[in-house]
């Protein structure tokens, strides 16, 4: 399944590893030093650092989000949740 993190970026709910709270990373010495040294390696994206809340971490990339924590984490609940509903459908005769 797919997860939008904000502005035009989708990634794989899979490859998802954490998704922390904007004010949680920038109020962290150690986090900083991982954002700037994956910075380095350019594998941070970043739409508008204005507006990120959250931060979600990939496997090769780290994405800015506008979207909450909250809202990413409803968004990834919905996914899982449609994913092991059961099928009634009834096959149609033709």
Known sequence: MFIHVGEEHVIS????????????VSSSTINDELLLALNKKESVIITDETLTKSVVFTAD?????????LTLR?????LSTISRLDDYTEPIDE
């Open 13 to 24: 709910s899979d490859e998802i590893i954490a998704i922390i709270d904007y004010s949680l």
């Open 74 to 78: 409803k968004r990834s609940s919905v």
């Open 61 to 69: 990339s780290v994405y800015y989000s506008p979207l909450s924590v």
